[in-house]
């Protein structure tokens, strides 16, 4: 598997296990729980399976920032929680903010 892969994984993990946090209510809930902490297991693993050929700050720049996006879209889906204008347009600048990093960076992995 390639490293951008690795990422991509290590994103879903993430936004999986975060996105079960709220239905684990503080850990008292046991299959919720479950998947938060295998969710993050498996996002940090192959998070750092990416630093072999991503730089850190790169890498945890798209991972928190693809991050945010699915994570506030499932939100909306699962819990109907709601964006108002303000967190669309900060979305958006970090969603500019990872394709800068990717297409200008030169320390970004190509």
């Known amino acids: 598997m390639g490293h951008w892969t690795f990422l991509l994984i290590a994103i879903v993990g993430e936004v999986i296990a975060t996105s079960a946090l709220k239905a684990s209510e503080g850990f008292t809930k046991l299959a919720p729980s479950a998947i938060v902490v295998v969710g993050y297991a498996v996002a940090f693993y192959f998070l750092s399976l990416t630093l072999k050929h991503i730089p850190v ?25 709601k964006l108002d204008a303000a967190a669309l347009i900060g979305i958006a600048l970090i969603v500019t903010g990872v394709c800068v990093i990717n297409v200008f960076s030169s320390v970004s992995a190509h």
């Open 57 to 81: 700050g790169i890498s945890y720049a798209m991972w928190s920032g693809i991050g945010i996006v699915l994570i506030s879209g499932t939100s909306w889906l699962l819990y109907g929680q």
